[in-house]
């Protein structure tokens, strides 16, 4: 493991490996660095000197009140970034991780990487499965890595292809989905990029959607400070939808390395007969395409595809622009301490419940201010 202090160097080297993530680039670190983490980068070199693997390990110290206890828990954010079908990088990787852990006295150290281990809907007949995926579930099980309790990302998410042209495209879109962005379209609806000024409107609307969805949300300056990152770094492109020069919607595209994210979108209630949010997504992969992108990942699936789970109604609506489901690995722990991680793991959802719904009270508190 070699340390790294260079952006630039970070994210170009980064932009080559496989499985690289918007989350590990340096700007992510960045910005959790502003919200009580500390980003540490390293770097895996082969015997030419080339980087074939790359970890952004947050490290979060923990303060308990009236005990004087250094106690810690490390974080890699969909990574590490490596060909997992090296079975040598691999061991190198996982048994570099696992001595840091040791070293830096933490209760645990977690990873997600976007190490898939199948696409489609399981059983059905398009599904298909990774073995590279499936033999490091395997391994890093054996090494005593736990499923978490506390998956950060989502663990399934839907990919659409944009490397085609966009012929392609609508031929892909389900019957629905096409009528709508069409419907929008025929209505007027416009869509442009935003500007920085725009941005407290659209965390306004962000809010207005996370109340009537039911979802709990940060405080506006988390996500200004994102946007803000992402916007000065050319890595984002904030969209919005109008009607009669009434912005109605709102989309946050991320870009790097050619794949882009969808990940924050909002809209207004009385907006909904206009489908602004077709139109929205279209864009954003005409956007997406127009700045190098070959894959459009619209960022979540639900755990279990059927309607018991409360992502499905979002999913329907993914699934309408024919892309692909893309199941992996999810988060994984390892722990040097058993015992504390016991009591960690216990403790934790109890207080994040409490956060949840304080979040959630605010939230209709300022609603309806």
């Known amino acids: 493991m070699e340390p790294v202090t260079n952006s630039e160097i970070w994210n170009t080297e980064i932009g080559h490996l496989?499985?690289?993530?918007?989350?590990?680039?340096?700007?992510?670190?960045?910005?959790?660095a502003a919200h009580g983490w500390e980003p540490y980068r390293f770097f895996w070199k082969d015997s030419l000197n080339q980087v074939v693997a790359a970890a952004q390990?947050?490290?979060?110290?923990?303060?308990?009140?009236?005990?004087?206890?250094?106690?810690?828990?490390?974080y890699v954010p969909r990574g590490p970034l490596l060909d997992w079908s090296d079975s040598e990088l691999t061991q190198r990787v996982l048994d570099d991780l696992q001595k840091y852990a040791h070293q830096a006295g933490a209760i645990f150290i977690k990873m997600d990487p976007e190490l898939v281990l199948g696409t489609g809907i399981p059983d059905e007949p398009e599904s298909t499965e990774s073995e590279v995926g499936h033999a490091i579930l395997q391994?890093?099980?054996?090494?005593?890595?736990?499923?978490s309790s506390d998956q950060i990302q989502f663990r399934n998410s839907?990919?659409?292809?944009?490397?085609?042209?966009?012929?392609?495209?609508l031929s892909r879109l389900k019957q629905k989905t096409r009528y709508n962005y069409r419907l929008a379209v025929k209505k007027g609806v416009l869509v442009r990029a935003a500007t920085r000024d725009e941005f407290d409107t659209l965390y306004e609307m962000y809010r207005e959607t996370a109340v009537r969805d039911g979802f709990v949300i940060r405080p506006k300056a988390y996500y200004i400070n994102i946007w803000q990152t992402y916007l000065s770094a050319n890595m984002?492109?904030?969209?919005?939808?109008?009607?009669?020069?009434?912005?109605?919607?709102?989309?946050?595209?991320?870009?790097f390395a050619g794949k882009s994210w969808y990940l924050y979108g909002m809209s207004r209630a009385d907006a909904?007969?206009?489908?602004?949010?077709?139109?929205?997504?279209?864009?954003a992969m005409q956007h997406a395409k127009s700045v190098g992108c070959h894959v459009y990942d619209m960022w979540g699936a639900p755990d279990v595809f059927d309607?018991?789970?409360?992502m499905w109604g979002v999913f329907r609506f993914k699934e309408g622009w024919g892309g692909t489901v893309v199941r992996t690995l999810g988060a994984y722990?390892?722990?040097p301490s058993p015992l504390l991680y016991s009591i960690y793991t216990r403790v934790l959802p109890k207080i994040l419940d409490v956060m949840r719904k304080q979040g959630k009270k605010q939230n209709q508190r300022k609603e309806s201010l």
């Open 139 to 147: 391994e890093i099980t054996s090494r005593g890595w736990r499923y």
């Open 236 to 255: 984002l492109t904030p969209l919005v939808a109008e009607v009669n020069g009434r912005i109605v919607a709102g989309l946050m595209l991320f870009y």
């Open 18 to 32: 496989p499985g690289t993530h918007l989350l590990q680039t340096w700007q992510w670190g960045e910005i959790k």
């Open 158 to 169: 839907v990919w659409v292809d944009i490397s085609d042209n966009e012929d392609v495209w």
């Open 307 to 310: 309607e018991t789970d409360s």
């Open 272 to 283: 909904r007969e206009w489908m602004p949010n077709y139109l929205l997504q279209y864009s």
């Open 57 to 74: 390990i947050l490290h979060r110290r923990l303060r308990v009140r009236g005990f004087a206890l250094n106690l810690s828990v490390l």
């Open 333 to 335: 722990d390892y722990t």
